[in-house]
């Protein structure tokens, strides 16, 4: 996997009272909540495990997006594994 650094002058860091951690994870949350990256891609990002990263979002009432098509996907699982048991 390619990855990219992004850096963060220390005087930045410093005026923000953050961490490049908790930077790492405000652009996660960010980026998930705009819709511009899956829960999956925003918890790797942040560093979290999703139990974390969904907790996380759930304290800043930010729901997980969770469509039509998620749901359509979720019925027919269930109904495979209906099927195969």
Do not use: C
Not at 13 to 20: E, I, Q, R, Y
Not at 21 to 30: F, G, Q, S, T
Request: aromatic letters at 6%; zero cysteines; charged letters at 25%.
């Amino acid at each position: 996997m390619k990855t990219s650094v992004i850096k963060i002058p220390d005087d930045i860091l410093l005026a923000s009272h953050m961490t490049s951690k908790d930077i790492a994870v405000e652009l996660a949350v960010h980026l998930f909540e705009t819709g511009k990256l899956s829960i999956g891609k925003a918890k790797s990002l942040a560093g979290l495990s999703l139990w974390e990263f969904q907790n996380l979002l759930a304290s800043r009432k930010i729901a997980v997006h969770y469509g039509i098509e998620e749901y359509r996907e979720d019925i027919n699982t269930l109904k495979r594994l209906k099927r195969a048991g």
